[in-house]
């Protein structure tokens, strides 16, 4: 393993609380020997604990599992889940840093981070007018006044984009993986950093899509199109989409159109900042179609439950989500 790559499974460890006495002590002897990675580090912790907000989970789980007899064994969902988000950090911190140097070398901008609490939707204007809705637990950086030759952003979770029209400085939003070029247009892009994929929707203008990894495999998205890319392996799956409404997240409303439980167990855990679990995965592959405005959790899983029969507990700010025994 590369050094480089060694400090960042220790900076991933160190940011998710899962680092040893021994590999702290090397992971502070490696960073006060190289400046570069110190400064991503030094970036990203200063918002680790907004975007990852610790929640009561594992204990909790294990508990109720205990208590309530539930079959399976969910830890080792919540383990996959933790690894996911240890490998994002490396990414974040990536991303970061490239906004830091551009930042330092021109010293009339300004780095500027815009970031939606959990539960919040904030709405914000850059300085080239384009306006960005971050939906809950999303960060948007951005170098401002955009002074080179394209207008770069990053975004980490869900925003949607009113980019101001300007064919000489096309737009480009930075995900996971991925690059989105625009000139002028409308539309959503959903990357929370422990997604399986990344979805885009498009309501007007163009877009181009790009696996950053992977330059030359670009997908041209035109208007009534959503587009799904697997961070995995770097696929990209296009459908029709003439029936969505641009982002009506915006407005506190939650749709989901034949969507699996499991994702939407992401949007609610974001919205609601519970812990929710799944004790077997055919719970978790149920599909639902619904709108959902001003309800409040317990409320969503009853009136999902009219749809398909499933069981929940509530637990100590988590929630535990298995079969009806028949």
């Given amino acids: 393993m590369k050094e480089e790559d060694k400090i960042y499974e220790l900076i991933s460890k160190q940011l998710t609380s899962d680092i040893s006495k021994r590999e702290k002590e090397m992971l502070d002897a490696l960073l006060s020997q190289n400046t570069e990675i110190k400064s991503k580090y030094n970036i990203i912790e200063n918002y680790w604990d907004n975007y990852f907000p610790t929640v009561k989970s594992n204990m909790a789980v294990k508990k109720a599992e205990k208590k309530l007899r539930f079959p399976g064994n969910s830890e080792k969902s919540i383990n996959l889940s933790f690894l996911k988000i240890a490998v994002s950090v490396l990414l974040i911190v990536s991303f970061t840093y490239l906004s830091y140097h551009y930042f330092r070398e021109k010293p009339q901008e300004l780095l500027h981070e815009y970031y939606a609490a959990t539960g919040e939707i904030k709405e914000v204007v850059l300085s080239d007018g384009t306006k960005v809705w971050l939906n809950s ?30 064919p000489q400085q096309p737009f480009i939003v930075k995900t996971h993986k991925l690059e989105t070029k625009v000139l002028g247009t409308h539309f959503n892009i959903s990357a929370y950093a422990d997604d399986i994929d990344q979805t885009i929707s498009l309501y007007e203008g163009s877009i181009e899509l790009a696996g950053v990894k992977t330059m030359q495999k670009k997908v041209l998205v035109t208007p009534g199109e959503k587009v799904f890319y697997t961070n995995s392996d770097g696929e990209f799956k296009v459908i029709a989409n003439h029936l969505e409404s641009p982002a009506i997240w915006r407005d506190g409303v939650l749709r989901f159109y034949d969507e699996d439980f499991k994702s939407i167990a992401k949007f609610l855990e974001r919205k609601f900042q519970t812990k929710i679990v799944f004790t077997d995965e055919n719970v978790a592959k149920l599909h639902f179609t619904a709108n959902f405005d001003e309800e409040p959790l317990l409320k969503i899983l009853q009136l999902l439950r009219e749809a398909h029969n499933f069981e929940f507990r509530e637990y100590d700010n988590s929630i535990i989500i298995r079969s009806k025994k028949i």
């Fill in 137 to 166: 637990h999303s960060l948007l950086i951005a170098s401002e006044p955009f002074v080179k030759t394209t207008r770069e952003v990053i975004l980490l979770g869900e925003g949607y984009f009113e980019v101001a029209h300007n």
